[in-house]
C-alpha cells in the first residue's frame, strides 16, 4: 500500500495490484453452464505442472497455457467473448474506472467472540467469576432453542470477500500494475480477482473501456504510464493555492 | 646545505608529502536517506523498486536536502487558509518516520512558551521549501525526550539565518547534554531500552541502579534480529544516484 495525492493536496492510500501471467482458458456457453450469461475461465499466476493429476492439466493443454495456480470465471456477455489462450493484461482496466476485489481474507483461526463478532464482554473485576470473554446467553427462555447462525466462536477469515467500488488511479503497463484505492481483502501477496464494479453508482462510469480486452499485439501503443485526471504526478511542481 | 658553523650537516631527508586526496574524501561521504532503504518482510522487491522510482522522480523536481535528527529545519507548506496562501514553520527535527512515499518527520519548537511539533510529510506535494537553518548531529536518533527537557533546549529563533554551510565536510555531532524537568516524564527516559546518550540524569544512583533492571542484554546477541543493509544500501545508493544524474 502507498500514499497518493491529487491535484488538490489531498492524500489517499492505494493498494497495488499486479497482473501477474492472466490467460483466458475456456469458453463456457450459457446452454452448456445453464446461467444466464456466458462464462469464461480465467487462469492467474504460473505454477508447476508436476504436483496435479493429467485430467487436471487438461484445461490447460487445450489452452496451451503453463499450469495457473488459481482459475476464476467471470460471467461474460456474448460480444464480449475472448479467444482461449489470449494473455490478459493490466491495461484493460483504465484509471477513472470503479472496480470491485475479491479475495480470501486472511485466516485468524479459531477465534472468541470478541474477536470473531465484536461482543462486548464482561468486566475484568467486581466479582466476575471466569467469565471476561464469554458470550453470555445464547438464546431466550420462550425460544426454547437456539437460533440456527447464532453468533458463537469458530474458525474466523479465510473465506471470499469483496471490497467494493473501488477507483483505479493509476496503471503502470510497462509492469502490469493497478493502483485500486484503499484497502483490499487478503494478506500481501496474495491472489485477487478484480472486476468492474457492480454497484448501481458506478454504471455509467466507464467511457471508453478497451472492449473485450487490451490486446498487447494490437495497434494501440500505451505510455508506460497511464493516470487519473486528478493524480499529483511527480514531474509537475509542488501544489500551491493561488 | 651548510650550518652556522661552516660544518656540513648531516643529511637530513626532506619531511614526507601529506596527499590529502579531496577527492576521494567526498566520495567516501556519500549519504542515503532512510527511507529508501526498505524493511525487513515478505513484501515483493518490485513494490519498492516502482515506489523508489516515484521518489527519485519528486526528488529531481524538488530538492530534499541531506538532514538528520537534530537539524533544525524551516518548511514552508501551501496552505489554502493562510494570507499568503503558504506557511513557514521552523524547528529541530526530533524524529525521522516511515518508509518510502510515506516518510514522516516531525519538527519542534517551542512557540511563545507553547511547544509546538508539526509532523510533515517528506513527499507531499504541498511542500514548497525545506531549508536547512543549522547542521548538527546529536547523540541519539531520536530526541522525544526534548519534551520533558526544560523548553530552552527545544526554543529556536523563527528568523533564524541559515547557517554557513561547510561543503563536503562530516556533519558536526553536539555531544549536548540535555537538563530535564523535574520528573514525572512522558516516558521513563532513564530505562535502558531508550538507549538515549544525550540526557544529564540527576537522579540518585538508586535509581538508576533500579533502571538498570528492566534491561534485556541478550538482545544485542540475538541474530533473528539483525539485518544488514550495506549490500542493499549499494545497490540503492547506486540506483538513486543514477537516476538523479539524468
Known amino acids: 500500500m502507498m500514499p497518493i495525492w491529487t491535484k488538490s493536496g489531498k492524500k489517499h492510500a492505494v493498494t497495488l495490484l499486479k497482473v501477474q501471467d492472466c490467460h483466458v482458458l475456456r469458453y463456457i456457453s450459457k446452454e452448456e453452464s445453464g446461467g444466464k450469461t456466458s462464462k469464461l475461465l480465467v487462469g492467474g499466476k504460473n505454477a508447476s505442472p508436476f504436483f496435479k493429476s493429467e485430467s487436471a492439466m487438461e484445461i490447460f493443454k487445450e489452452a496451451g497455457v503453463p499450469r495457473k495456480q488459481k482459475v476464476t470465471t467471470f460471467n461474460v456477455t456474448d460480444d464480449a467473448i475472448i479467444k482461449p489462450g489470449t494473455p490478459l493484461y493490466a491495461a484493460h482496466f483504465r484509471p477513472g474506472q470503479f472496480v470491485d476485489v475479491t479475495a480470501k481474507t486472511i485466516g485468524k483461526g479459531f477465534q472468541g467472540v470478541m474477536k470473531r463478532w465484536g461482543f462486548k464482554g464482561q468486566p475484568a473485576s467486581h466479582g466476575q467469576t471466569k467469565t471476561h470473554r464469554r458470550p453470555g446467553a445464547i438464546s431466550t427462555n420462550k425460544a426454547a432453542k437456539v437460533y440456527r447462525g447464532k453468533k458463537m466462536p469458530g474458525k474466523m477469515g479465510n473465506i471470499y470477500r469483496t471490497s467494493f467500488g473501488l477507483k483505479v488511479w493509476r496503471i503502470n503497463t510497462k509492469h502490469d500494475i493497478i493502483y485500486v484505492n484503499g484497502s483490499v481483502p487478503g494478506h500481501t501477496n496474495c491472489l485477487v480477482k478484480v472486476k468492474d464494479s457492480k454497484l448501481p453508482t458506478y454504471k455509467d462510469c466507464n467511457k471508453n473501456p478497451p472492449f473485450p480486452t487490451y490486446f498487447a499485439d494490437g495497434d494501440e501503443k500505451l505510455p508506460e504510464d497511464l493516470y487519473d485526471e486528478e493524480i499529483f504526478q511527480f514531474t509537475d511542481p509542488s501544489v500551491t493555492y493561488a | ?246
Request: charge should be positive; charged fraction near 35%.
Open chain 2, 1 to 246: 646545505r651548510v650550518s652556522s658553523d661552516g660544518k656540513p650537516e648531516k643529511f637530513q631527508p626532506p619531511p614526507k608529502p601529506v596527499i590529502i586526496d579531496k577527492q576521494k574524501q567526498r566520495e567516501e561521504r556519500r549519504f542515503l536517506s532512510p527511507e529508501f532503504i526498505p524493511p525487513r518482510g515478505r513484501t515483493d522487491p518490485l513494490k519498492f523498486y516502482i515506489e523508489r522510482k516515484d521518489m527519485i522522480q519528486r526528488r529531481k523536481v524538488f530538492n530534499i536536502p541531506e538532514f538528520y535528527v537534530g537539524h533544525v529545519l524551516a518548511v514552508t507548506t501551501a496552505d489554502p487558509y493562510a494570507n499568503e496562501k503558504a506557511s513557514r514553520f521552523v524547528g529541530i527535527c526530533i524524529q525521522r518516520g516511515g518508509k518510502g512515499l510515506g516518510a514522516t518527520f516531525v519538527l519542534r519548537n517551542v512557540i511563545e512558551d507553547q511547544g509546538v511539533e508539526m509532523c510533515y510529510e517528506l513527499y507531499n506535494p504541498r511542500i514548497q521549501a525545506i531549508e536547512v537553518l543549522k547542521l548538527e548531529k546529536r547523540l541519539d536518533d531520536n530526541l522525544m525526550y526534548l519534551r520533558d527537557a526544560l523548553p530552552e533546549y527545544s526554543t529556536f529563533d523563527v528568523n533564524m539565518k541559515p547557517m554557513s554551510r561547510l561543503d563536503h565536510e562530516e556533519v558536526p555531532v553536539n555531544k549536548l547534554q540535555v537538563r530535564m524537568k523535574p520528573k514525572p516524564w512522558s516516558k521513563r527516559w532513564e530505562r535502558p531500552k531508550y538507549n538515549i546518550k544525550g540526557i544529564k540524569f540527576d537522579l540518585p544512583e538508586k535509581k538508576m541502579k533500579e533502571a538498570q533492571k528492566w534491561s534485556q542484554p541478550w538482545l544485542e546477541f540475538d541474530m533473528l534480529r539483525e539485518y544488514d543493509t550495506s549490500k542493499i544500501e549499494d545497490k540503492i545508493w547506486k540506483e538513486v544516484s543514477e537516476g538523479l544524474k539524468n
